[in-house]
Every structure is written in C-alpha cells, then in structure tokens.
C-alpha cells in the first residue's frame, strides 16, 4: 500500500462550483499534513498546512481525520485559476522527508 | 515565504555526460534539504536527503555513486547526475525548511527538467 493516496481525477467542475479533495495516509504515526498545489511542469507551492481542528484560508478548508487517517481539501467557489494539480503531502514519523500522494488534477471550466 | 532557487532551470546534455543541479536557500540556513524527481504524470519521488556536513542518505533503488550530492555549506546542496543517461531524463526538484523547524514546510525549489539525448 502506498504512504499517501489520492484519487487521480481529474475533477472537471464549472466555475463557481464546490469541489473536495480526499487523501488517505497509511503511517499512523505521521506528524505533519500539507496541502500543495503544482501547475503543469512547475515546482510545487505550498497551499495550505492541514491542521488537526481543520483550517480555513478563503475559499480553501482543509481538515484532517487521525482516526481514519484521511486530509480533505476543499475549494468553494472555484475560480479558472484554481485548475492545477493537488498535490497531499504528509511527513512520516522520521520527523523529515516528505511523502507525496501522485496529485489530483482539477480543471475549472466556464 | 521563504524562498529557494535551482540552477539551471533547464538542461540538455549527450548521454555519458554529467550534470550538476544547484540548490540553495536564499534567505535562511538549511541543514537538511531533499533531492526529488519527477516523472511526466508521476508523483514526487524522494531520492536522497542531503545533510550539510555528512554524507547524504539515499532512499532504496537510488544508486549513490550515480547521484552524487554534496551540501557544503547551510545554504547549498548539489546534485551531480553522472554519466546520464536517456532514463535519467526527468525533472529534478529540490527543497529545504528552515534551520530551526525541520518538520515544518518545505520550500521547493523551481526545479531542473533534464533532457539526455
């Protein structure tokens, strides 16, 4: 089983839209939870770090659920910008090195 | 944010060539920073973490004598593809956390795509 997992996608959603991202973590004992975001062939940036009381920044919350080992994201109101791909990222308990899930492929159309 | 830059963005050798990709943390010390490679539609994949001081630790299937990563100092690492090879072709990212947070967020690096012909 992978460290991290993520459904693929892609999402295609309309502007304005409400649309959720789920990510599951096999190590239990993981200690940090990210949210990033990857436009096609760029590094990725950091959108968001995943809080266990669950964090708003905007129009993004992320939360996170240690009992069933899964980070959610979700993006209201969905822009034409938000179209990328997110990327669920979780430090494992070696306290470094990231874990990456493969990304979920958003697309915002009109 | 903090901020972190590679050198070059973009590389096109001969196979058999080596390669050397710069990584440094413009605006804070890094004792530790990480090498990732990215294939197309692929996941991140960790390669090796690189300690300033002491040798880099690689992650299983990454061969140490072909990805040779030196961190000399707390704000440089660098990763030297030797004798590359069209498989190698990918793209090569970096990243660091400030000293005194190593759990915390990492910064990523632009990234170096490698083409080997």
């Known amino acids: 089983r992978k460290e991290v997992e993520q459904d693929p996608g892609p999402f295609n959603v309309p502007e304005g839209a409400t649309v959720a991202f789920n990510c599951t973590y096999s190590n239990s004992a993981s200690q940090s939870f990210f949210w990033y975001r990857q436009d096609c062939r760029k590094e990725p940036k950091l959108l968001m770090s995943?809080?266990?009381s669950g964090n708003e920044d905007g129009r993004f919350t992320a939360q996170l659920n240690r009992a069933s080992q899964y980070i959610s994201l979700l993006i209201r109101d969905s822009k034409l910008s938000d179209s990328a791909t997110y990327l669920c990222?979780?430090?494992?308990?070696?306290?470094?090195?990231?874990?990456f899930g493969k990304g979920t492929s958003l697309l915002v159309t009109p | 944010g903090a901020v972190v830059s590679q050198h070059p963005s973009r590389v096109i050798c001969k196979s058999g060539t080596s390669v050397k990709i710069e990584c440094r943390s413009l605006?804070?010390?890094?004792?530790?920073m990480f090498w990732y490679r990215q294939f197309p539609k692929q996941s991140l994949m960790l390669m090796a973490t690189s300690n300033e001081g002491s040798k880099a630790t690689y992650e299983q299937g990454v061969e140490k004598d072909k990805f040779l990563i030196n961190h000399a100092s707390l704000t440089l690492s660098t990763l030297t593809v030797t004798s590359a090879h069209p498989e190698d072709s990918s793209f090569y990212i970096c990243?660091?956390?400030?000293?005194?947070?190593?759990?915390?967020?990492?910064?990523f690096g632009p990234g170096t795509r490698l083409t080997v012909l």
């Open positions: 605006d804070f010390q890094a004792t530790t």
């Open positions: 990243s660091a956390g400030p000293l005194s947070a190593v759990t915390d967020t990492q910064y």
């Open positions: 990222v979780v430090i494992g308990n070696s306290g470094y090195a990231l874990n």
């Open positions: 995943v809080y266990s």
